[in-house]
């Protein structure tokens, strides 16, 4: 289950809809049963924490960039 509460960036808080579809997909199949605590956003990138688990990067193009434990 993806919660998409909690959203922030730089420039304050955005709406998931600003998420690129491809990092949405990427967890759906790699962190199925998971949720998603926190994104942010930031310069180029975006910081995914799955909870109780990895913080995920992608690029800002929605790239998967590397999982950090």
């Given at each position: 289950?993806?919660?998409?509460?909690?959203?922030?960036?730089?420039?304050?808080?955005?709406?998931?809809?600003?998420?690129?579809k491809?990092?949405?997909?990427?967890?759906?199949?790699?962190?199925?049963?998971s949720?998603?605590?926190?994104?942010?956003?930031?310069?180029?990138?975006?910081?995914?924490d799955?909870?109780?688990?990895?913080?995920?990067?992608?690029?800002?193009?929605?790239?998967?960039?590397?999982?950090?434990?």
């Amino acid at each position: 289950m993806v919660n998409w509460n909690l959203i922030n960036g730089l420039e304050g808080k955005f709406s998931a809809q600003d998420v690129r579809k491809n990092i949405l997909s990427y967890i759906i199949l790699n962190y199925p049963a998971s949720q998603v605590e926190f994104i942010e956003r930031e310069d180029k990138t975006y910081k995914i924490d799955i909870r109780g688990g990895a913080n995920l990067i992608f690029d800002f193009k929605g790239q998967f960039v590397k999982a950090i434990n």
